[in-house]
């Protein structure tokens, strides 16, 4: 089955510079979509059940903790792998592995570890030269 | 009579003796010269018994007429006396009573003129001419006199005026002469005017006799009065010039006594807490309560004679700080506290909203950096992975250019980093200063702690000639802390010591007392001068310059470390010298040593004195 990574950002250069990181998973099929806040961010989600999706905090509409609880709360997206981008110095609840994210990344992010962290996640071998 | 009686028996008795007694003794016979001596020594006998009673005689007529001289002295036995010595005795008597008197009037006169000697205002006795009887030293130096004795006996025109001027008559005439001022000419013709008080002095038969003058000086007086007045405005001055002060605080200001009674309050304190404030318990008028508050300021000054303050939520969102000192009195002793109120709600409000404020432009700046760093890196990626490869055979130029865009290109992902480090230590910074940092206090493992450190920073000296040396104690307690913090201040001394040194040994130590633990890294650079010593811990204070080719830091570090060290209650200092390195030092607190009560404060954490 085709994997699916959705991104959540509602910073456009944020979602091309994610975009452009996971281009080399996209060579090797993977399909990625993007979502400019978090009530559209959920609706992408519950409508393509991503396997991995990198949601903002600070969004319109529906900031990205709310957009977590519920895709984290759906049956239908129990397979769902979320990873929280945040900032430091965002005051974030602690790591709750049943409720909560299941990772969080801090901005500046690395892109070559948000790659090789995707890659993990999706189980794709890849090579990735580092 | 008795003289004769005594001649008569010295001159009967021997003859006797010789043609009776010492016929009669020999007719018994005895020889001629036995009856002699035999007469002889009864004669002796007879004659020492005479004169024995004779003296004894003698001497209770001398006795008797000494007793006679004394009564008669005392003028009892006068009488006694043949009458004509009398008159003459009587006479002698009390010539000799005058003599007495006069010693004791001298005697009193001395004394009286001692006493009147030490009165500060002039005493002036004037007979019935107007002539000086008596005057003190006071007078007599007034009037530039040496001695009292210089001016007595001298008539009044003497000083200046007539023998007998009118206010003298007047004097005489109604006996009393109130406060009038008299003008008086010194013994150098200096004008003196003195305010003087008099009386008369009257004989047994009412005439005048005189009058006694008590005079103060006029100048004397006039300055004393001034200066008495001078002293009262200038107090009085004083005292409007502290109760404007005092009103014109814009925060309400009160004084406390130990009972908790508001002695004293500024204007604003009586238009704050009412204008009946004084005389009120300070709990009833400041916070209508019934018992005084549990975290009473002014009770902590009166039980530590320090200032102290506290902060109180009183209405609402309404934060007062309270201050008090101790106001001591005259005698050192502590006798009530001064309360200051200031309303800090908008220094907390701006204190909020500056922290919001710095939350969010962090994050803003977080942003465009993530994209910049993030495209920068992937440029990176694909041309160090999908061009260079291709360019083997291309020319020089062009794979040099590349060469050039990658290394460039590092430099920006260098300095990316540099601004990401730099937002993150203003947000640590702004959050430490404003006491909104929590430390999550537990024992920490020193050892480990090192050993995070050293990994933490193992990229910034790969490849250098430089040597990382642990020097732990081999049994280590744990600290007190909060272990990420401690982690990030132990990286950023080892950070900076590996910016600082070219080559040489990075030292990290541990040392162990009973209470405490300190931490020390010693570098092998250059050294810090010493007039930058005292700013090291400033912000933005980065000593000389970091080793080429290095990016220096935020100029925030050292300021964070400090701040943190602080806030676990451990100090933190620098010792260098010039060309030998220098060293970073902390303490910690041993969790061992940290007793239970501090622990539980430790983990209630700051912000927990808002009430």
Same mark, same amino acid.
């Given at each position: 089955?085709?994997?699916?990574?959705?991104?959540?950002?509602?910073?456009?250069?944020?979602?091309?510079?994610?975009?452009?990181?996971?281009?080399?998973?996209?060579?090797?099929?993977?399909?990625?979509?993007?979502?400019?806040?978090?009530?559209?961010?959920?609706?992408?989600?519950?409508?393509?059940?991503?396997?991995?999706?990198?949601?903002?905090?600070?969004?319109?509409?529906?900031?990205? %903790?709310?957009?977590?609880?519920?895709?984290?709360?759906?049956?239908?997206?129990?397979?769902?792998?979320?990873?929280?981008?945040?900032?430091?110095?965002?005051?974030?609840?602690?790591?709750?592995?049943?409720?909560?994210?299941?990772?969080?990344?801090?901005?500046?992010?690395?892109?070559?570890?948000?790659?090789?962290?995707?890659?993990?996640?999706?189980?794709?071998?890849?090579?990735?030269?580092? | 009579?008795?003289?004769?009686?005594?001649?008569?028996?010295?001159?009967?008795?021997?003859?006797?003796?010789?043609?009776?007694?010492?016929?009669?003794?020999?007719?018994?016979?005895?020889?001629?010269?036995?009856?002699?001596?035999?007469?002889?020594?009864?004669?002796?006998?007879?004659?020492?018994?005479?004169?024995?009673?004779?003296?004894?005689?003698?001497?209770?007529?001398?006795?008797?007429?000494?007793?006679?001289?004394?009564?008669?002295?005392?003028?009892?036995?006068?009488?006694?006396?043949?009458?004509?010595?009398?008159?003459?005795?009587?006479? %002698?008597?009390?010539?000799?009573?005058?003599?007495? %008197?006069?010693?004791?009037?001298?005697?009193?006169?001395?004394?009286?003129?001692?006493?009147?000697?030490?009165?500060?205002?002039?005493?002036?006795?004037?007979?019935?001419?107007?002539?000086?009887?008596?005057?003190?030293?006071?007078?007599?130096?007034?009037?530039?006199?040496?001695?009292?004795?210089?001016?007595?006996?001298?008539?009044?025109?003497?000083?200046?005026?007539?023998?007998?001027?009118?206010?003298?008559?007047?004097?005489?005439?109604?006996?009393?002469?109130?406060?009038?001022?008299?003008?008086?000419?010194?013994?150098?013709?200096?004008?003196?005017?003195?305010?003087?008080?008099?009386?008369?002095? &009257?004989?047994?038969?009412?005439?005048?006799?005189?009058?006694?003058?008590?005079?103060?000086?006029?100048?004397?007086?006039?300055?004393?009065?001034?200066?008495?007045?001078?002293?009262?405005?200038?107090?009085?001055?004083?005292?409007?010039?502290?109760?404007?002060?005092?009103?014109?605080?814009?925060?309400?200001?009160?004084?406390?006594?130990?009972?908790?009674?508001?002695?004293?309050?500024?204007?604003?304190?009586?238009?704050?807490?009412?204008?009946?404030?004084?005389?009120?318990?300070?709990?009833?008028?400041?916070?209508?309560?019934?018992?005084?508050?549990?975290?009473?300021?002014?009770?902590?000054?009166?039980?530590?004679?320090?200032?102290?303050?506290?902060?109180?939520?009183?209405?609402?969102?309404?934060?007062?700080?309270?201050?008090?000192?101790?106001?001591?009195?005259?005698?050192?002793?502590?006798?009530?506290?001064?309360?200051?109120?200031?309303?800090?709600?908008?220094?907390?409000?701006?204190?909020?909203?500056?922290?919001?404020?710095?939350?969010?432009?962090?994050?803003?700046?977080?942003?465009?950096? &993530?994209?910049?760093?993030?495209?920068?890196?992937?440029?990176?990626?694909?041309?160090?992975?999908?061009?260079?490869?291709?360019?083997?055979?291309?020319?020089?130029?062009?794979?040099?250019?590349?060469?050039?865009?990658?290394?460039?290109?590092?430099?920006?992902? =260098?300095?990316?980093?540099?601004?990401?480090?730099?937002?993150?230590?203003?947000?640590?910074?702004?959050?430490?200063?404003?006491?909104?940092?929590?430390?999550?206090?537990?024992?920490?493992?020193?050892?480990?702690?090192?050993?995070?450190?050293?990994? =933490?920073?193992?990229?910034?000296?790969?490849?250098?000639?430089?040597? %990382?040396?642990?020097?732990?104690?081999?049994?280590?307690?744990?600290?007190?802390?909060?272990?990420?913090?401690?982690?990030?201040?132990?990286?950023?001394?080892?950070?900076?010591?590996?910016?600082?040194?070219?080559?040489?040994?990075?030292?990290?130590?541990?040392?162990?007392?009973?209470?405490?633990?300190?931490?020390?890294?010693?570098?092998?650079?250059?050294?810090?001068?010493?007039?930058?010593?005292?700013?090291?811990?400033?912000?933005?204070?980065?000593?000389?310059?970091?080793?080429?080719?290095?990016?220096?830091?935020?100029?925030?570090?050292?300021?964070?470390?400090?701040?943190?060290?602080?806030?676990?209650?451990?100090?933190?200092?620098?010792?260098?010298?010039?060309?030998?390195?220098?060293?970073?030092?902390? &303490?910690?607190?041993?969790?061992?040593?940290?007793?239970?009560?501090?622990?539980?404060?430790?983990?209630?954490?700051?912000?927990?004195?808002?009430?």
């Amino acid at each position: 089955m085709q994997k699916r990574i959705l991104i959540v950002d509602d910073d456009a250069h944020i979602r091309l510079l994610l975009r452009r990181t996971l281009e080399e998973l996209e060579l090797e099929g993977v399909l990625i979509d993007v979502a400019e806040d978090g009530v559209e961010g959920l609706d992408k989600a519950r409508a393509l059940k991503p396997d991995l999706i990198f949601l903002d905090v600070m969004m319109p509409r529906m900031n990205g %903790m709310d957009v977590c609880k519920h895709i984290r709360k759906d049956p239908e997206l129990v397979g769902c792998h979320v990873i929280i981008l945040t900032a430091r110095g965002q005051t974030m609840p602690p790591l709750d592995l049943a409720h909560g994210p299941h990772e969080f990344l801090t901005k500046p992010f690395d892109p070559d570890h948000i790659i090789a962290r995707a890659a993990e996640v999706l189980a794709i071998d890849l090579d990735l030269g580092f | 009579m008795e003289l004769w009686t005594l001649l008569a028996v010295g001159v009967a008795a021997p003859a006797l003796a010789t043609f009776v007694v010492h016929p009669m003794l020999v007719s018994t016979g005895l020889s001629p010269e036995w009856a002699t001596l035999i007469l002889l020594a009864v004669g002796a006998v007879l004659c020492i018994g005479v004169v024995f009673g004779l003296r004894a005689r003698t001497k209770a007529r001398v006795a008797e007429a000494a007793k006679i001289w004394e009564e008669m002295a005392r003028g009892r036995s006068v009488q006694e006396l043949p009458p004509a010595f009398a008159p003459l005795w009587s006479q %002698m008597r009390n010539m000799l009573a005058q003599l007495e %008197m006069a010693g004791q009037a001298l005697d009193d006169r001395q004394s009286m003129q001692d006493v009147i000697d030490s009165m500060p205002d002039s005493l002036l006795v004037l007979d019935a001419h107007g002539r000086i009887e008596l005057c003190n030293r006071t007078f007599a130096l007034r009037m530039r006199f040496e001695t009292p004795e210089d001016i007595v006996g001298l008539g009044l025109d003497a000083l200046g005026g007539e023998t007998r001027p009118a206010w003298f008559v007047g004097l005489l005439e109604t006996g009393e002469l109130l406060a009038q001022d008299l003008r008086f000419h010194d013994a150098y013709g200096g004008t003196v005017t003195l305010k003087t008080t008099g009386r008369t002095r &009257t004989s047994m038969d009412g005439e005048p006799r005189g009058a006694v003058l008590v005079a103060r000086d006029n100048v004397e007086i006039s300055r004393l009065t001034s200066e008495l007045q001078r002293a009262a405005e200038r107090l009085e001055d004083s005292e409007r010039f502290f109760q404007d002060l005092f009103d014109a605080m814009e925060d309400p200001i009160t004084v406390i006594s130990p009972d908790y009674e508001v002695l004293q309050a500024n204007r604003q304190a009586r238009l704050v807490f009412g204008k009946e404030l004084i005389g009120r318990r300070c709990y009833r008028a400041f916070r209508m309560r019934d018992d005084p508050c549990q975290d009473c300021p002014a009770r902590t000054t009166f039980a530590q004679h320090q200032s102290t303050s506290v902060e109180h939520r009183i209405f609402g969102n309404a934060i007062t700080r309270i201050s008090t000192y101790p106001l001591l009195g005259k005698d050192g002793q502590l006798h009530a506290v001064i309360n200051h109120k200031r309303d800090v709600t908008k220094e907390r409000q701006l204190e909020d909203l500056k922290a919001n404020f710095l939350a969010a432009v962090s994050h803003e700046l977080r942003t465009p950096l &993530t994209s910049l760093m993030g495209f920068n890196k992937l440029n990176m990626r694909r041309l160090t992975r999908y061009v260079r490869p291709f360019l083997a055979e291309a020319p020089e130029e062009a794979r040099t250019s590349l060469q050039k865009a990658l290394s460039d290109m590092e430099v920006m992902a =260098a300095e990316g980093e540099r601004l990401g480090r730099l937002v993150n230590d203003v947000l640590d910074l702004s959050k430490l200063e404003a006491g909104r940092l929590r430390l999550n206090f537990e024992p920490v493992d020193v050892p480990a702690l090192v050993a995070g450190a050293l990994q =933490a920073t193992s990229t910034l000296f790969q490849g250098r000639h430089i040597l %990382m040396v642990p020097d732990l104690p081999e049994i280590c307690p744990e600290a007190w802390g909060d272990k990420d913090r401690l982690l990030q201040v132990l990286v950023n001394l080892v950070s900076n010591a590996i910016k600082y040194t070219e080559r040489g040994e990075i030292r990290v130590s541990v040392a162990v007392t009973p209470e405490e633990l300190t931490l020390s890294v010693r570098d092998a650079g250059a050294g810090i001068p010493p007039e930058e010593l005292s700013h090291i811990f400033e912000r933005f204070r980065q000593a000389g310059e970091a080793q080429k080719g290095r990016p220096s830091g935020t100029g925030l570090g050292l300021p964070i470390c400090r701040e943190l060290v602080h806030l676990h209650r451990g100090r933190i200092w620098v010792e260098s010298e010039p060309g030998l390195g220098a060293t970073f030092s902390f &303490t910690l607190r041993r969790a061992d040593a940290v007793d239970p009560a501090e622990r539980s404060l430790d983990l209630r954490g700051p912000g927990a004195t808002l009430s």
